[in-house]
């Protein structure tokens, strides 16, 4: 059975500019715009936001039961400090990429450890030097 993140992103997104970027999010690797500092640490920022929305999932998944140890492959995200990792990010409220990333990681199996979409790999080894985590 696979679960699909595109309702799960509407609801956290409902308020949230910039709805229209899934159908255009590539991967920061290939992003034009990635020699902006600023683009990219929002970018970033939305991506741990995402990858924090997956965990959620897969540890409170309706149909297996809560389980603590699923996403386990995802939790390095709740230990990244988004006030110093990314500074320069632009406002959640002015932007936000995170109903995007949901968007392009798209569905995924319920036993299936972190999102599989080509994005997720390319943005999480792309952010890695900008992460700095909770002491």
Not at 19 to 41: F, G, H, M, N, R
Not at 52 to 69: H, Q, W
Not at 72 to 99: C, G, I, N, Q, Y
Not at 102 to 115: K, M, S, T, Y
């Amino acid at each position: 059975m696979a679960i699909a993140l595109p309702a799960m992103a509407a609801a956290l997104t409902a308020d949230m500019p910039n709805e229209d970027k899934a159908a255009t999010l590539i991967p920061l690797s290939a992003d034009p715009k990635a020699d902006d500092a600023a683009y990219v640490q929002t970018r970033c920022r939305d991506f741990v936001q995402a990858t924090i929305a997956v965990g959620m999932v897969l540890r409170s998944n309706p149909v297996t039961g809560r389980d603590e140890k699923r996403g386990d492959s995802v939790r390095w995200a709740l230990e990244v400090d988004t006030v110093k990792s990314f500074p320069l990010a632009s406002p959640m409220k002015e932007t936000s990429f995170t109903k995007a990333y949901l968007d392009a990681f798209g569905g995924f199996e319920i036993h299936q450890p972190q999102p599989t979409a080509t994005i997720y790999a390319q943005d999480k080894t792309f952010c890695a030097p900008l992460l700095r985590f909770y002491e």
